[in-house]
């Protein structure tokens, strides 16, 4: 479990139709309570259960099996890969990925890493290898299956020619970028990107990423806005403003995607999408620590 991430809480809950709101509580997470009560009925996923957790400390270990009612908790990665049939590496902090997803890699587990799967182009190196050499790596933002975006991606032939979209989040650039990146990818059938150039500074990204076809895309992550995620097509008939808020349906559809992708024997989601995104977050990086170059991709 990574700092500030409340994925081992909500996600095995959705999972197993079971939390502990107590638990959940106690640890600092009072909106994914809320949203798992409000969803009460829809809890519980076909075909999976999580039946094993570990994490760096026993106590949080403890917490997690008691919120979703997990009947085993490992004492080693080592270990769980032995237990399980698939793996949801839920932590955010890309920089241990490599590390820790290696020994499911390595017993040829299916696994499903959290957004963002790398921060730099060695660890990305890494994943698309061992993907090519057939092994099941599966990562996105859950924004990729967020329903306001899907709501307005029915509509987009109504917009005409999309000369625009524009996109507004709270935090960090790795960690939240992906969030946007994935959303507008995903919104725009993952049009293959040819630049990106950082045109802000850290803590105030302004990013800016040119597609093939043409559209130019802005994203603004600042540190110290309220909380928000919203994006923005404009085009030359019409245009949409989505604000994603609904976390608990773009998770459960991310873990149904999952699984669907586990009993299938392949990721659903492409990697080479994946990687095409990956390499945007990390060449935004890039143009900033190399004064606002435009990176090309």
């Known amino acids: 479990m990574s700092e500030g991430n409340a994925h081992p809480y909500s996600w095995s809950a959705i999972i197993n139709g079971s939390f502990n709101a107590e638990e959940i509580d106690k640890m600092g997470y ?44 490992a ?16 932590r955010d902090d890309a920089e241990n990925h490599v590390a820790m997803a290696k020994p499911f890699i390595d017993a040829d587990i299916p696994v499903f890493i959290d957004k963002p799967l790398a921060s730099n182009l060695v660890d990305l190196e890494y994943f698309s290898k061992l993907n090519a050499q057939g092994r099941f790596i599966m990562s996105c933002s859950s924004t ?10 029915q509509e987009l032939a109504s917009l005409g020619v999309l000369e625009l979209a524009t996109a507004v ?42 597609f093939e076809n043409g559209l130019l895309t802005t994203l603004h992550l600042f540190m110290d806005i309220a909380p928000t995620f919203q994006i923005s097509l404009f085009g030359q008939k019409g245009w949409r403003l989505m604000e994603i808020k609904n976390s608990y349906s773009m998770f459960r559809d991310t873990i149904i995607e999952f699984v669907r992708s586990v009993e299938e024997g392949q990721s659903r989601l492409p990697f080479d999408t994946t990687e095409m995104i990956i390499k945007t ?17």
């Open 30 to 73: 009072p909106a994914v309570t809320n949203y798992l009560k409000a969803n009460q009925d829809t809890l519980g996923v076909c075909g999976a259960e999580v039946t094993c957790v570990w994490t760096q400390d026993n106590d949080i270990s403890a917490s997690i099996a008691k919120n979703a009612k997990i009947e085993t908790i």
């Open 75 to 90: 004492n080693s990665l080592e270990e769980m890969a032995g237990m399980v049939d698939a793996v949801i590496l839920a």
């Open 144 to 153: 990729r299956y967020a329903n306001e975006c899907r709501v307005v991606k």
């Open 169 to 210: 989040g709270k935090k960090d650039w790795i960690k939240y970028g992906i969030h946007l990146l994935e959303a507008i990818f995903s919104l725009l059938n993952d049009p293959k990107p040819i630049s990106v150039r950082h045109a802000g500074k850290s803590g105030k990204d302004i990013v800016y990423v040119e």
């Open 281 to 297: 977050l990390i060449g935004a990086k890039e143009s900033l620590d190399k004064g606002g170059k435009t990176v090309y991709l």
